[in-house]
């Protein structure tokens, strides 16, 4: 069973309709989207290589290295050497980073949880609730990769 071009459409409309009305309730003059989005990756997985974090958020090498420079310039990444192998970089999230993080996630969900209180009848959020896991499967998927790698 193939995906109907117009499905598509209309939960491509509906994911870019709400992340641009979630963006208009981040704390101005906050980190950058990319940056949010490698703090929460170092938030959820820990301090990591460099190249591991290009990785995770399908990065390529210039664009990593300006956002890690800006990141480490505002307080909200550090940079130290590895353990393991002393060669290595390692990335990790400071208390700066992770109070930024917070507070950027916070205003979001606060205006998500009041709008779909007001917005929306309660078989409504149960159904988004649900669609939720799937899209975050959606998110993680890499075509070609076995289903239990996209997961990682």
Do not use: F, Y
């Amino acid at each position: 069973m193939t995906v109907e071009v117009q499905d598509a459409a209309e939960i491509l409309r509906a994911v870019l309709s709400l992340g641009r009305r979630l963006r208009t309730e981040r704390p101005a003059g906050g980190v950058s989207l990319s940056g949010m989005a490698m703090l929460g990756t170092l938030s959820r997985q820990g301090p990591m290589p460099a190249a591991r974090l290009a990785e995770a958020e399908g990065l390529q090498a210039q664009s990593l290295t300006r956002l890690i420079a800006g990141l480490e310039r505002s307080g909200c990444i550090a940079r130290r050497r590895s353990q393991a192998d002393r060669r290595e970089i390692v990335i990790a999230l400071t208390e700066h980073g992770r109070a930024a993080l917070d507070e950027d996630l916070q205003a979001c969900r606060a205006w998500l949880e009041r709008a779909m209180d007001e917005a929306l009848a309660p078989p409504e959020r149960a159904a988004l609730q649900q669609a939720a896991g799937a899209m975050i499967k959606l998110a993680a998927h890499r075509p070609g990769v076995a289903p239990q790698e996209n997961s990682a």
